[in-house]
């Protein structure tokens, strides 16, 4: 399908890469269907709203940069997108990209989770203070390799 974009025009996009976010993203819930796209700069991905054009996050896959990062959800919270089984599940997170030259960073605390067999989303919080909604990107990513 035709998918247009905030950030790289009208692009071609696999129905396997439409999601549904039921209940929408905090602050965002009118918007319920996305597209994931890849981004020009890797590993980060674009969940482009298929409503608005001009609404677009990105994301990565927090476990890149915290590979001890875990997303305790309750099951029951995970049956609302369908999922029984831990194999199902890809977990993301939104990337914010300040536009007064701080620090990059992604919001652990908030993860997106999706079901990769019905392509169902859903916004989690996570309880307790060891995950932020500002981890600093660049900073985790140079203490990883230090490492």
């Known amino acids: 399908m035709q998918v247009k974009t905030k950030m790289m025009g009208t692009v071609e996009v696999d129905q396997n890469h439409v999601i549904n976010i039921p209940d929408g993203l905090f602050g965002f ?9 890849e981004s020009q700069y890797k590993p980060f991905i674009w969940l482009q709203s298929l409503k608005e054009q001009n609404l677009a996050f990105l994301l990565i896959d927090p476990f890149i940069i915290c590979s001890d990062y875990e997303a305790d959800i309750d099951d029951r919270e995970l049956l609302k997108i369908g999922i029984k089984d831990p194999a199902d599940v890809t977990v993301m997170t939104v990337v914010t990209v300040p536009s007064d030259g701080s620090a990059v960073t992604a919001n652990l605390q908030g993860p997106l989770v999706i079901n990769k067999k019905n392509h169902k989303c859903m916004q989690a919080i996570l309880d307790g203070t060891k995950w932020t909604t500002k981890h600093n990107i660049l900073g985790a990513l140079k203490a990883k390799e230090e490492n």
């Not at 819930?29 to 796209?37: S, V």
């Open 29 to 37: 819930e009118e918007y319920t269907d996305f597209a994931l796209i």
